[in-house]
């Protein structure tokens, strides 16, 4: 059509015949050349931030590490600048972590068996707490956002000064906080009522559970509020059902309750499981870190990556298992 139009516009003498050439890229083409370019800024950020850290904590981990100052780089065959510099030892990292390091193993079991019980009890917690939140009862709403201020600031940070560790944060005199921000109060209170004279044993044991509590409620957050979504997705159709049956409370959450919200119990699991063991409270994480802060980066990552393979290999097992007894309802 368009070369007609040309050769008509020439014979009414208007010039040469203009022929008008198609585009050569096709619709679905460009939908995927925007694509890429929507993602491309992901892309580099990953490669650049993920992908190159990452194999160079491998290289760390193979190889003697030595920071290299400016006025020393010249003394180091292959720098050309400050930096570190890795010479190849053969996976003798990984061979000192077992055997020469006194600490590695006995941190390592340390997380490794504390881990099943902080997971049952964070899952049960979580679970119970969504379980109350998703009835219906006055302020519901702001009963359900004091619950959701441990996901807003639970950082690093802010979780220290809660705690009280003011010092890691760089405060000097810890008196000018509020005691809002102890969670020993309860060794406070009972020693202001003159109780902790009387049985010093009973504060003690009063203060260590308030702490456990206070902190179990802040590490639940996340999976309170996955559950609770879940738990509002059991159709309103079954719970009418099970009480024209006469269902009890017990049958409805065994039989209805459970099986529906199994996939994400697996989720929660999977996610208490690597939140437990990337806690900066977990001996080897602080291990770890300690390694990495005095320079130390091939011990440091060759610890990071044993530790990473052995979370892997749980993970595996754990939803191995976990999965075959997870209800997935097909539509």
């Known amino acids: ?97 077992f055997n020469a390091d006194q600490d590695y193993v006995p941190n390592l079991m340390e997380s490794i068996s504390a881990m099943p019980m902080d997971t049952f009890m964070i899952l049960v917690f979580s679970l119970f707490i969504a379980l109350l939140l998703n009835q219906k009862f006055k302020a ?35 008196s000018q906080f509020s005691s809002l921000f102890e969670v020993d109060m309860v060794d406070s209170f009972m020693e202001f009522m003159g109780f902790a004279n009387i049985s010093q044993s009973m504060a003690d044991q009063l203060g260590t559970i308030a702490s456990d ?27 009418e059902a099970a009480q024209m049956e006469g269902a009890t409370g017990w049958e409805f959450f065994w039989k209805i309750t459970f099986p529906t919200i199994s996939p994400m119990i697996l989720a929660n699991l999977i996610y208490t499981v690597i ?24 011990v440091s990552t060759s610890m990071a990556w044993t530790y990473f393979a052995i979370v892997g290999v749980a993970l595996g097992i754990i939803s191995a298992i976990v999965s075959k007894f997870v209800f997935y309802q097909v539509d």
């Open 1 to 97: 059509k368009g070369a007609a139009e040309g050769e008509e516009f020439a014979k009414r003498g208007g010039g040469k015949p203009v022929e008008i050439k198609k585009s050569r890229i096709s619709y679905e083409k460009k939908k995927r050349l925007y694509g890429y370019a929507f993602i491309a800024l992901w892309i580099v950020g990953t490669l650049y931030m993920f992908i190159i850290p990452l194999i160079t904590s491998i290289h760390y981990s193979l190889s003697n590490t030595t920071p290299v100052s400016a006025d020393r780089w010249q003394e180091y065959e292959g720098m050309t600048g400050p930096g570190i510099y890795c010479e190849w030892n053969n996976f003798k990292n990984y061979y000192d972590i």
């Open 213 to 239: 509590l206070f902190n179990l409620i802040w590490r639940c957050g996340i999976q309170t509020i996955i559950f609770l979504s879940a738990l509002q997705q059991i159709p309103t159709a079954a719970k």
């Open 140 to 174: 519901r709403g702001l009963v359900r956002a004091i619950f959701f201020i441990p996901v807003l600031v639970a950082t690093g940070p802010v979780l220290s000064v809660i705690n009280g560790d003011m010092a890691s944060q760089g405060v000097g005199d810890a």
């Open 275 to 298: 939140d437990n063991f990337i806690d900066a409270a977990n001996p080897v994480m602080d291990q770890i870190m300690a390694k990495a802060t005095s320079w130390q980066y091939g």
